[in-house]
Nanobody, 116 residues
Framework: QVQLVESGGGLVQAGGSLRLSCAAS????????MAWFRQAPGKEREFVAS????????RYADSVKGRFTISKDNTKNTVYLQMNSLKPEDTAVYSC?????????WGQGTQVSVSS
């Protein structure tokens, strides 16, 4: 089993920045694919960014490309999501996920609210 715990959410004004953290524990592996998803009220969960453990390849949703950066620190078993130039439409609960071919493990989520 793998446990994922997110932190770093909060309230920020439009144009501001936040850094989310996802600490992994348990039977973790550096080969896991790690990702961030978000879900806004009344909307379906959507993909934000991912990082492939085997080679560090990253992918981003078009809506966050150029503003968000996913990274990881293997020594701390932690994945980060640096979010810059935040917009009100980025408001959502952000969750991290981990897995090899599918995302089997999920965190509980952290709220990000962006005021205009």
């Amino acid at each position: 089993q793998v446990q994922l715990v997110e932190s770093g959410g909060g309230l920020v004004q439009a144009g501001g920045s936040l850094r989310l953290s996802c600490a992994a524990s348990g039977r973790t592996s550096s080969t896991y694919r790690m990702a961030w998803f978000r879900q806004a009220p009344g909307k379906e969960r959507e993909f934000v960014a991912s990082l492939r453990g085997s080679d560090g390849l990253t992918r981003y949703a078009d809506s966050v490309k150029g503003r968000f950066t996913i990274s990881k620190d293997n020594t701390k078993n932690t994945v980060y999501l640096q979010m810059n130039s935040l917009k009100p439409e980025d408001t959502a609960v952000y969750s991290c996920a981990a897995g090899i071919t599918t995302y089997n493990y999920w965190g509980q989520g952290t709220q990000v609210s962006v005021s205009s």
